[in-house]
């Protein structure tokens, strides 16, 4: 797991994979132990726990877990707010359990990307459940934030390329169709994207501007 990157392989199709190592942060043993009992009654084997909270994000870079659970039983606003901030930097499935909220910490959780955030009395006969829940939101929201992301780049790319048809029209007295095709047929040439050409191209006129 690298720092504030997607990389590492992301957990697909919930928790039928009992190979996932799961990450549990909670101070408190008694608590700790009701989830790692519900996991390990579930058939995960690769499960380990922070006991503290201090250097967390390098403790989770150290372990590289595809799931964290984060138990805060009675959290302080500046504990939700550091594992927000810690759930903004690592690209992994949340789930945080706590035994009382407000409606400004539950939208805090979900603007900061915590798949699970459970409110209520912690009971490892759901932690599978959650677990599996955790997984395929983040999951979800992961293949939404990479269409919008190839929506974006796209948009991007036809602005370029069109502006670099403006350009050779210009420059060369060609129609856009002809200025398309000129930047396409060198595009397979040099085994490039018709981007890549136009952005070349928008970098030439800028020189000899």
């Given at each position: 797991?690298?720092?504030?990157?997607?990389?590492?392989?992301?957990?697909?199709?919930?928790?039928?994979?009992?190979?996932?190592?799961?990450v549990?942060?909670?101070?408190s043993?008694?608590?700790?132990?009701i989830?790692?009992?519900g996991?390990?009654?579930?058939?995960?084997?690769?499960?380990?726990?922070?006991?503290e909270?201090?250097?967390l994000?390098s403790?989770i870079?150290?372990l590289?877990?595809?799931?964290?659970?984060?138990?805060?039983?009675?959290?302080?606003?500046?504990e939700?707010?550091?594992?927000?901030?810690?759930?903004r930097?690592?690209?992994?499935?949340?789930a945080?359990?706590?035994?009382?909220?407000?409606?400004?910490s539950?939208?805090?959780?979900?603007?900061?990307?915590?798949?699970?955030?459970?409110?209520?009395?912690?009971?490892k006969?759901r932690?599978?459940?959650?677990?599996d829940?955790?997984i395929s939101?983040?999951?979800a929201?992961?293949r939404l934030q990479?269409e919008?992301e190839?929506?974006?780049?796209?948009?991007?790319?036809?602005?370029?390329i069109?502006?670099?048809?403006?350009?050779?029209?210009?420059?060369?007295?060609?129609?856009?169709?002809?200025a398309?095709?000129?930047m396409?047929?060198t595009a397979?040439?040099?085994?490039?994207?018709?981007?890549?050409?136009a952005?070349s191209?928008?970098?030439?006129?800028e020189l000899?501007?």
């Amino acid at each position: 797991m690298q720092k504030g990157s997607d990389t590492g392989s992301q957990p697909q199709g919930g928790s039928r994979d009992a190979s996932l190592k799961i990450v549990i942060v909670d101070e408190s043993p008694i608590r700790a132990a009701i989830l790692e009992d519900g996991l390990r009654e579930a058939g995960f084997t690769q499960v380990q726990r922070i006991e503290e909270t201090r250097n967390l994000l390098s403790r989770i870079y150290a372990l590289d877990p595809d799931v964290i659970l984060i138990d805060l039983e009675n959290p302080s606003r500046d504990e939700l707010e550091q594992m927000f901030q810690m759930s903004r930097i690592v690209k992994r499935p949340i789930a945080m359990f706590v035994d009382q909220s407000d409606s400004a910490s539950i939208q805090a959780s979900v603007d900061a990307g915590v798949s699970a955030y459970i409110v209520g009395n912690l009971q490892k006969d759901r932690i599978k459940t959650i677990l599996d829940l955790c997984i395929s939101r983040f999951n979800a929201f992961s293949r939404l934030q990479s269409e919008l992301e190839e929506a974006k780049d796209a948009l991007q790319e036809r602005k370029i390329i069109d502006r670099a048809k403006g350009v050779l029209m210009k420059a060369k007295g060609l129609t856009e169709e002809q200025a398309y095709s000129l930047m396409r047929k060198t595009a397979m040439n040099e085994n490039k994207k018709i981007a890549e050409i136009a952005q070349s191209v928008l970098t030439a006129a800028e020189l000899f501007k």
